[in-house]
């Protein structure tokens, strides 16, 4: 498992981040939290994407895709909005070819969030920042909890 060297947006300073780790990771220097932007295939998706205790946001694209090229940025741009509260993997389908058919992807990109290694939400194919910043936000809202029972009226005596 790797590491990606990350700039942070808060001080500039670069840290080296490890695909795999507890928590979140946080700037050496000033200990904001950075933004986790890393890749995974076949063999190592289990650790990378589905035991984090954050939600993972899993970009399955394709070296010779178009609106995957143009939607990688935008989707960097969140993690980095996001950081401390999302981590993003990205994940080649042409070299991960048993993901690709384990979540049938039949257009690319293909989004999803996973929290505890489930599915929570899946964007099949390119949408502008805008559609994608809702999408995500959606997906990461908690679903709301019930109401509590209401009290018992009491008959008067």
Do not use: Y
């Amino acid at each position: 498992m790797g590491r990606t060297v990350v700039t942070c947006p808060h001080c500039g300073t670069r840290n080296r981040v490890p695909s795999v780790a507890d928590g979140f990771p946080r700037c050496g220097n000033c200990r904001n939290p950075l933004p986790w932007i890393t890749e995974a295939g076949d063999d190592d998706f289990a650790a990378v994407a589905e035991r984090p205790s954050i939600p993972v946001l899993v970009d399955l694209w394709a070296t010779w895709c178009g609106p995957c090229r143009m939607v990688s940025p935008v989707l960097e741009q969140l993690a980095t909005e996001r950081a401390g509260v999302i981590k993003l993997v990205k994940v080649d389908i042409d070299r991960a070819p048993e993901l690709g058919r384990r979540f049938q992807v039949q257009a690319v990109p293909t989004l999803l969030v996973l929290r505890g290694g489930e599915i929570a939400a899946r964007q099949a194919g390119a949408a502008p920042v805008a559609v994608l910043r809702r999408w995500l936000d959606d997906a990461l809202a908690e679903p709301d909890a019930p109401e509590p029972n209401p009290p018992e009226k009491k008959e008067p005596s």
